[in-house]
């Protein structure tokens, strides 16, 4: 296939291997507008959690220590391994999970876990009708969740923290309000509030809201200038897992530093 015969590549998935990573600078050389599609290729998503952790720390987790494995010789993958037919290759697992913009240069971006149904047709008329924006565009609205979740915003004190089965949500009233913690401020719209609207808070997978560049760092400060003491901010039990759901990998941490 020639350079650039693809014209749109949606790319799906962060860059955990090197086979992830190859196959990003692949699909970059062989199309002509690359799109970040999906919170994992836009922001890392869960699985940028595990920059909390390295590769050794994964392994130990993932091939020792889980409840179903029984792993007496303590085999891990390997990279390379000779075999009586010759030699197997597997690709490296990376320390650190990267987004894909931090692998190579990305066209445009379309974030959520999944992508919402609308804009992803949006953005295959603006395809087909060679009316997609200029590159480096977000195809996706350009407010915060909060301004299409129909609940009642009133006064925004924050005294403790609850998590959602302590509460008997009154289904109306702004989560944050009845004391639970929503990302719902620094989320991008685009979903049309889905989660709120059935009763659970956001928790983050349309990433960064417009104007804002690390989105956990945006909702901690916006839970800190409504937290009415400090005792609140100590209740949030896992405040990575809670701010960073999404986002860590494309944070301005990006990792935790493991000597
Ligand atoms: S914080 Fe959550 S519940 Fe409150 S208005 Fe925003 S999205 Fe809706
Ligand atoms: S409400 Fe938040 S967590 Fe739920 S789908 Fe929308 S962006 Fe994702």
Redesign the pocket.
Known sequence: MPDKHIDVCFFNGAIRTEENERMAKLLRQKTKALIAFG?CACDGCVIGLGNLWNRENVFERAYMETPSTKNPQRTTPQTHLKVNEGELELPEFYDTVKTLAQTVDVDYFLS??PP?VPLIINAAMAIFKNELPPKGSVLMPTKS?CDE?PREKKDKKLSEVKRIYEIEDDQETCFLDQQVIC??PA???????????VN????????PSPRVSDQGAAMAGAIASIATDTNVIDQIMDPIGTFYK?SLANSILKRKVIE
């Open positions: 919170s959520g876990c919402p969740i979740c990302m719902g989320t991008r719209e685009g979903c049309e509030a889905q989660c709120p609207k659970m808070p956001c928790t983050g997978c349309g990433g999404f």
